[in-house]
């Protein structure tokens, strides 16, 4: 059964802290794997990774694909309150995403 | 920008009684998503579309509900009847066109429709 596992399940940090979210995976037919940030909202797209080791960096974010460990990291520097959210990661499929729980990230001033 | 529309945004109802949903994809986005996210966890995939046609609703309770994309473009899930534990978010989302097996695994997600079912 295909699977996608976040940890932690929540995190408390500072502002000016650096966090990092992790995501493992085991989905069937693999080709993607994708970040959502959600607020009190819809899940709005951070960034879709297909190929091991390569970083995609979107302006204090980054995040990478380790597709023989099946995992991936996104990372958060210098944090700010505006980045209080739930944190997505889907495994994606030939035509699907599988969600995981999501990281509830708390930055407090 | 485009963006993916939901109508409503909230919906109060009492159980056994019937609920729609409504949702206007990305223009151009052939395929439509509906999940259904409960407080705490991620979105669950409910059904999805390719044009008017099916193309997975394993998880959807057909017993209660049903979805229809009658013209391959927007979509309505009902409920009927509505339970305690149907209340969640039910977001709706779009992608480009699947043929073959290629495509983009991204998806654009409308605002939800939060259900509180009394």
């Known amino acids: 059964e295909d699977k996608v596992v976040q940890s932690p399940l929540s995190l408390v940090v500072h502002e000016g802290d650096t966090v990092t979210l992790n995501c493992s995976y085991e989905v069937t037919n693999f080709r993607s794997l994708l970040w959502y940030k959600q607020e009190k909202k819809a899940p709005t797209f951070l960034f879709m990774l297909t190929s091991s080791g390569i970083e995609k960096k979107s302006g204090r974010l980054s995040s990478i694909l380790d597709k023989k460990e099946l995992f991936s990291i996104l990372n958060i520097t210098a944090t700010q309150t505006g980045d209080s959210a739930i944190y997505l990661c889907a495994g994606g499929a030939t035509n699907k995403l599988i969600f995981g729980t999501g990281t509830l990230l708390a930055v407090q001033p | 920008e485009a963006e993916v529309a939901q109508s409503p945004r909230y919906k109060i109802t009492e159980k056994s009684q019937a609920v729609a949903f409504w949702c206007d994809p990305i223009?151009?986005?052939?395929?439509l998503y509906w999940y259904r996210q409960i407080l705490g966890q991620g979105p669950e995939l409910l059904v999805q579309f390719q044009d008017e046609s099916v193309v997975d609703d394993s998880q959807l309770p057909k017993d209660r509900f049903s979805a229809e994309r009658l013209k391959g473009v927007d979509s309505t899930l009902k409920i009927q009847p509505a339970e305690l534990g149907d209340s969640a978010m039910y977001l709706c989302a779009s992608s480009l066109i699947w043929r073959g097996g290629r495509g983009n695994n991204e998806q654009f997600f409308g605002p939800g429709t939060r259900l509180t079912v009394l």
């Open positions: 223009s151009g986005h052939a395929t």
